[in-house]
């Protein structure tokens, strides 16, 4: 007669070192602590992002504020029956660094100007660093807007 052997899971290993194959303790902290690091550099780059992301807004809408002054300072041109504003580069350079000195937040004029006489196009720009200093997001980024306005008589 033969003997039958029945297989154990594991096989010779399992009888060998069964003292190793049941003891699993510290065998998730490195994994915890690698995924919670993990986890809290993903939300601080989220956080960058969406900072730079409001001060991307924010100098739009100042961009758009001395655009929107730029386009205030015309001179009507009478042309026989025909009356239009007409826009200076000049006027709208003094228009914009008016607004922009009172709104602030760090934005500088780049360029002001008419591009057919009738627009205002403002480009302003802005310095933008991280809430906190990392080496996962650059330590300042030059950020830059254009707003454009239209002068019109009806």
């Known amino acids: 007669m033969s003997a ?3 297989r154990v899971p594991g096989g010779e290993r399992g009888r060998r070192h069964p003292r190793l194959l049941d003891d699993d303790r510290g065998s998730t902290m490195p994994l915890i602590l690698g995924y ?7 939300i ?3 956080v960058c992002a969406t900072d730079l992301y409001v001060a991307q807004k924010r100098l739009d809408s100042v961009a758009d504020a001395a655009a929107l002054a730029g386009a205030d300072g015309f001179r009507l041109q009478v042309e026989g029956e025909a009356i239009r504003a007409e826009l200076d580069d000049g006027e709208i350079a003094d228009q914009a660094n008016a607004v922009i000195g ?7 004029l780049v ?8 627009s205002a196009r403002v480009t302003v720009r802005a310095a933008w660093s991280p809430p906190l200093l990392s080496e996962l997001v650059p330590s300042m980024v030059m950020i830059q807007s254009t707003g454009t306005s239209r002068t019109a008589l009806e």
């Not at 009172?102 to 500088?108: H, K, L, N, P, T």
């Open 44 to 46: 601080y780059v989220c």
């Open 4 to 6: 039958v052997r029945a």
């Open 102 to 108: 009172i709104v602030g937040d760090g934005a500088e």
């Open 111 to 118: 360029s002001a100007g008419s591009p057919d006489g009738r």
């Open 36 to 42: 919670l690091v993990l986890a809290i550099a993903v």
